[in-house]
């Protein structure tokens, strides 16, 4: 009821500030019986991992992950999986300086507001950090379907623009900035290392293919597909607008049109899924620190690259949970 | 978890196909002693009942609500209040006829690939009429809050598009449409009543405006105000994207402008209201009936002036939903 | 969260006081496709409706079900299933004068303490009339799962004992009391008329058999199988005790006895349900009005004949929920 | 859902095989700015831990609280805290010879037959071991309600019986077994000692005590707090039988006698707690490992000393969640 857990048939619970021991998540829901590789759950962790793209924050922080329960022998028990990443990047620093600097935009003051009380030290669950545990949480809902392939590019970022994926390959090599025209990779790095020069920040634009996605998922009335897919994007701190298929174009159309062409509705119509690819619109704003402070070697001028896994993340959790709502009923089936 | 229910403290269970005896809703939540009026209810779902606004269906179906429990003495009992409405103008028609019928964007494929089986002589749980249960939630919401004030306007149809709310009086009056600029008002019916008469339709955007809502209101990680907005919006069977704040316009903004001026981030920052007005935008598609069959007088070529009154009960419901859950807590502040 | 939903996957919602305008409850998870007879549904209804079993109440009144939504040519959509029974014998009677009347063991006193207001013209949300919203889901998870037989018997009444049912034909005839040996009908509905006409009354217990339950049903570590059991028990307003197999015996064995006949578990080890027949026994209290009011015909001096398919309701209930929970990893296993 | 998550608003979250890497809870909806000490937590822990107490377990496995989020400063911080016991005493030993072996009234063949999967080097999560996340929860309830105090005691061991508990002091000093007599104590151990040394084994009866709890908590119809602890309660591997007040002798009581004595009703009216000390009564069965097994250091003869621990913290955090649900609306109140 706090907020911390996400999903109902298949959940996270996510727990952990930025500057605590340990950030973390419990994984419930998930099949027994899957094979369980740490690797490949320790590749995604560091798709999001700070360091590891040009051009975003310089801070290492190697975020590996140990598991504390639910696997056995390589396989998933079924039982609630718990991971965590231990913070050991806290720097030392004059930390009293910072308690009452409330960052536009960042949740700093709200914070305050709602909890009369804060750690200081960072963003607390505030922090882009938190977002590991849905990272690691996606890291399961694919597990649970591995047909299904979730895709996301940054489509636009300044002044790159590339908005059409319906023809890129949902598994090709697009570069670390995602974009759809790879060969723009070192240009983005320059545009973001720029940014960062002059300690300016910028939004953006993301969009998500999702291949084989089984149809008939999404739960009316008010688990809808699409409405559960718009929380679990908007629950990503630095996203302020998502639509779905043709997105706000949609006040454009004519509905005779619009009735021609499916792929207006973005793979779901009535708010489940028909079986068309699933095409997702998500805005970034910028991020909040700006200045001499985001000139520092920590902060990112855009989220963009780092935050596309945990956009993946949270839409495979999604359909994971549809997903084992639809099954309880598969067996009524005549 | 069949997604009939929406809310945690104060919750709806919504029920009732179009075409069947009844819909209705069971609001359970609502603190006791409030004071309820049946006529101030009557109104909130006179406002989108179908038939009372030019250019939208000429479909006349009272929409009488009857108080089933929760209500005693005209003071709600604290205990769930269940509203039915019965379905009045069911016209007997071939049914047959359009039983294999499924219309492009409707959810007449989707909900037989879902479960298998439909009442086929409407829109079941997917048609608008659904909506009801929402609008006789957002009452009691209200009241549970009688100094929040929501309110939301077409700020985009066709060729009328006026997008800026923040002058707007919230309390004035805009005529049937809800346009910013009330002498409008006979063009868009003329513009309405000739899509009619071309059997096209048209969706458009709304932007609403909260005003005293509590600060400290949402919960990270997961249910931040923006996320269970978003679902909220989301879940109403027309709406294509949801946005707040400057929404879409993030992606082309310098965060060195944005960090200047808070009303970039529409009440809300860290997915925690700050006390600023709140300020959500939404899409809409053209309703999907066109051609022919739009041409009758049953159909709405834009959803939009009956829809207003239901994405503001939505907002009410979350926002009073997030109140309670906040309110929990009131008593251990220091 | 104000406690009127019981279920996750399938669930009801309950509405209604004794002395409104209807009691009714929306069914939700009920799976498409089930044949539907109205007949039964109210079968069910009267075996717990007042007037029909003498030494019980003489009021008489004839909860008529009626189905508002969910079902269609006799088959049920999938969608939220609304039943409701409208009050037809709220006597008109001088109120004001049980404005007070707190009656011990009641309600009445804690209802105002929690809600400061009720509906003082009778139990309102805590009278037993509240338990027909219970029969009718029971219904609905009785069809769920046909081949399931849950069956309770009154085992103890005043100087009537007889605890073994374990030899009990579970599609036998018990006549109206339930009671393990038939053939004391008479004296038992001697007994009741008895403490009737002397404004006492009693309670006793039931024990219930499910048979033909399936295996591996039950969720650690919170939600096993004897936990949701013995919440939906406790959760009808008379029951003030409840185990299961050896219940309170368990207290005077030794374990290398237990360990020898798996019966002592009633069907259920580590709260999953093993195969076995769960048994489970049932205290009830007695009646709260005793006295000259008692003397009245409206009340029951001994619940329990009323209560049994309300016991069997919630019983079946709780399984088909957990049915339907652990039929969601069904296609996964290996 | 899969039933590792207990409460509504105050919630524990457990994960942990009893012989994987860790055992732990996230506990989430404690209110901020509490005052949090390591100390009074690991006090708690130890109560339940193996190896304290003469006539249990001789395994000595310390069970050391780490603190991983959610606390700063000594504070509460109103996020998610998630405490860890890391597994320390799991002997190396020829678990393939124990891979078969299901023992009578443990949860090793329904854990089979529901995931199809275990962690066979112990009970996993069906072991003892996984209580001491309801420990730590429980540790927090009690700070959000300090005025309350629950104690536990056990009421019947074998030979040793001693069931009112109404006169005894609840700050009391009862030695290691929570006998209400504290000089029986070496009795008891040797009897314990006794069953131990012939690989017996023995249940018994627990009845606690609720002083100070307030008035009003409980949510009618499903959610009664009697119906809540009975879950809490059943919820626990080894307990068979819950009943309050009276209990199961209210099935041998006349109703005129009932009437006359409130503390028949244990605390609660229509399952809403009516400012009288609450009072249940528990019934543990014997543990499941007898004969030459149970001969070994390992094993507990009689489980509830260390159980009370367990039972108290059950119904702390029960009545906090209820708490929080009732404050809610406390702001409401005329």
């Known amino acids: 009821m706090r907020g911390n857990t996400f999903g109902k048939m298949l959940s996270i619970t996510s727990f952990g500030e930025s500057h605590g021991t340990a950030l973390g998540v419990v994984v419930d829901g998930v099949p027994p ?70 960052r536009p935009g960042h949740a700093d003051k709200t914070t305050m507001l709602k909890y009369g009380i804060r750690d200081h030290r960072g963003g607390g669950r505030s922090s882009g950090r938190e977002t590991l545990a849905r990272v690691i949480g996606g890291y399961f809902a694919q597990l649970m379907m591995p047909q299904m392939k979730v895709r996301g590019w940054m489509t636009k970022l300044g002044p790159f623009e590339s908005r059409d994926i319906s023809k890129l390959d949902i598994n090709g090599d697009y570069g670390p900035y995602s974009y759809p025209d790879k060969s723009k990779s070192d240009e983005i790095k320059n545009y973001l290392l720029d940014l960062k020069k002059n300690g300016e920040s910028r939004g953006g634009q993301v969009r998500v293919m999702v291949q084989n996605c089984p149809m008939g998922l999404g739960e009316p009335s008010f688990d809808k597909l699409k409405a559960d897919l718009a929380k679990a994007i908007l629950s990503i701190g630095a996203v302020v607008a998502f639509s779905y298929g043709s997105g706000e174009e949609m006040a454009e159309l004519d509905g005779s049109v619009v009735s021609k062409d499916s792929s207006h509705f973005g793979g779901m119509e009535g708010g489940i899924t028909n ?60």
């Open 275 to 334: 079986g068309d690819p699933i095409v997702l619109n998500i805005t970034f704003k910028p991020t909040s620190t700006v200045g001499d402070k985001a000139k520092e070697g920590r902060h990112d001028p855009c989220i963009i690259p780092r935050a596309i896994p945990v956009v993946e993340s949270m839409i495979k959790l999604t359909i994971a949970d549809h997903y084992l709502r639809q099954q309880a009923y598969a067996g009524f089936s005549k």
């Open 33 to 102: 019986g899957l094979k369980f590789n740490l690797k490949d759950l320790q590749s995604e962790l560091d798709r999001r991992a700070p360091g590891n793209i040009e051009g975003t924050t310089a801070r290492k922080e190697p975020d590996t992950a140990e598991v504390l329960s639910g696997v056995f022998e390589d396989q998933t028990l079924g039982t609630p999986i718990c991971v965590i990443v231990k913070n050991t990047n806290q720097r030392s620093s004059d930390y009293e300086k910072i308690k009452e600097d409330h």
